[in-house]
């Protein structure tokens, strides 16, 4: 089984970026399908984007389509999102999750089997 890692957030003025790392052990990372998921204060965890093993598919939520980018690299095991044109309400915890092979598309925060511990986005006028 994986275990993942976040890193990267930070605070950052509105329309900044910011890039955020996934780091996994164990095995068989580029057998499963990978996402990014935040949650808010008071609110509940939602989808942000997915990729597919092969990086072939990638999904985004409509409020982050043109401003983020998901990638991973197999090979060193780790996963990004990349955040542009970054707004007050992108503010939240953001967790990187994790499913063997591809058994729903995208890839839903009920059907993520790994999670990681999160990492504090904060985005402030």
């Known amino acids: 089984q994986l275990q993942l890692v976040e890193s990267g957030g930070g605070s950052v003025q509105t329309g900044g970026s910011l890039n955020l790392s996934c780091t996994a052990s164990?095995?068989?990372?580029?057998?499963?399908?990978l996402g990014w998921y935040r949650q808010a204060p008071g609110k509940e965890r939602e989808d942000v984007a997915s990729?597919?093993?092969?990086?072939?598919?990638?999904s985004y939520a409509d409020s982050v389509k043109g401003r983020f980018t998901i990638s991973r690299d197999n090979a060193l095991k780790r996963m990004y999102l990349q955040m542009n044109s970054l707004r007050e309400e992108d503010t939240a915890m953001y967790y990187c999750?994790?499913?063997?092979?591809?058994?729903?598309?995208?890839?839903?925060?009920?059907?993520?089997?790994?999670w990681g511990q999160g990492t504090q986005v904060t985005v402030s006028s």
């Open positions: 999750g994790a499913t063997p092979g591809i058994p729903q598309w995208p890839l839903s925060v009920q059907r993520v089997t790994t």
């Open positions: 990729i597919v093993p092969t990086s072939s598919r990638t």
């Open positions: 164990g095995y068989a990372f580029n057998s499963h399908t």
